[in-house]
């Protein structure tokens, strides 16, 4: 008898020890989905779609995935559970960083997408077959977003602008209101308004077939008004030079003044520099110029002593420059300009 009880009593205990080991392997595998559901700066994951609770595909045979998503919504810090995703773009001159654009909508009938609703860019870096999330950007309501190319020193780079893109007429424009730049791993940064931009192509949303008449970018202007001046000032000005017996010696100085920016550039045997400079008009004949950013070349360690890169004075026929930064290379009072 005590054999066959032992016997039941160890047969009841195993079937307790498989019921706990059941529990266990449910709750980790429960643990395990919740996680997965879980999105933080630094998931991983294939696709951004893989946070829904709910996936709508091709939603009215528009072609765009909705999805619906608790983890996104308490990510993002927001009551809407409904999103769009429409967008996924490479960011150039980066390595293996891209973007995905969720639009934020308020029900699974609202399929309304574009600068109407808030919409958010994951940033995001290949990672093996994955993606990491790296940062998040706003785009608020009412304004549009794209790629733009600028200098850091000598380097190309590629940030993204926040504006408002005009296309009510032929002439369309992208006025831009903030400017992002990422690092090597993705994270943004604000950049001032003064950086010199080389190309911002209209954003993705506005790309069709055929190109505008007449297409243009510039910085907001009331974040801009200490560099806003005359059109009477704008062209391309060079230093009048006494030719130099040893031709080392031979500098060619020039100013390039425009709308958006004021670059001086000095190049010569074993030198070159190249700068942006800010403007402020003190009358109608006479403009003062100080260092702003260094664009490419050499960083001069004047500048160390000095950034102050003079005025310009124009007496309605000739252009003198007085420049106490250039006089550390010439030790002159005044520079004779030649306006192109």
């Known amino acids: 008898m005590d054999i066959k009880r032992n016997g ?57 995935t909705q999805i619906k998503s608790k983890s996104i919504s308490s990510f993002l810090n927001t009551k809407c559970k409904y999103f769009i995703q429409w967008n996924e773009e490479n960011i150039s001159n980066t390595h293996n960083i ?26 995001e870096k290949e990672k093996g077959k994955n993606k990491e999330l790296i940062d998040t950007l706003k785009i608020p309501k009412g304004f549009d977003y794209s790629q733009f190319n600028y200098k850091s020193g000598n380097i190309n780079k590629t940030g993204i602008a926040i504006g408002k893109y005009n296309n009510s007429t032929k002439k369309e424009s992208f006025e831009l209101c903030e400017l992002y730049g990422l690092n090597d791993k993705g994270k943004l940064s604000k950049l ?94 006479i403009l003062s110029l100080t260092y702003l950013k260094y664009l490419d070349g050499i960083e ?12 310009i004075y124009f007496d309605g026929k000739k252009y003198l420059w007085k420049c106490p930064y250039l006089d550390f290379y010439y030790h002159k009072k005044r520079y004779r300009l030649k306006k192109e």
Not at 99 to 123: A, P, W
Not at 300 to 311: I, N, Q, Y
Request: one cysteine or more; charged letters at 25%.
């Open 8 to 64: 039941m009593l160890l047969k009841k205990i195993r079937q307790k020890i498989k019921i706990v080991i059941y529990f266990i392997t449910l709750f980790n595998f429960i643990s395990c989905q919740s996680q997965k559901k879980h999105i933080t700066l630094g998931s991983t994951y294939n696709n951004i779609v893989n946070f829904s609770d709910v996936i709508y595909n091709d939603y009215s045979g528009l072609g765009i």
């Open 98 to 123: 891209s973007f995905t654009e969720l639009i934020l909508i308020d029900s699974k009938n609202d399929i309304k997408y574009g600068k109407e609703k808030i919409r958010y860019l994951f940033i």
């Open 192 to 285: 001032p308004l003064s950086t010199v931009i080389y190309d911002c192509p209209p954003p993705t949303y506005y790309l069709r077939e055929y190109e505008p008449e007449e297409y243009s970018y510039e910085i907001k202007q009331k974040y801009n008004k200490s560099t806003i001046i005359s059109k009477k000032w704008y062209g391309v000005y060079h230093v009048i030079n006494k030719e130099s017996k040893d031709w080392r010696e031979e500098k060619s100085i020039s100013l390039s003044i425009s709308k958006d920016s004021i670059i001086y550039e000095i190049a010569g045997y074993q030198m070159y520099e190249k700068y942006l400079l800010k403007g402020e008009e003190i009358n109608s004949n």
């Open 300 to 311: 001069s360690a004047v500048l160390e002593k000095t950034k102050d890169f003079g005025k």
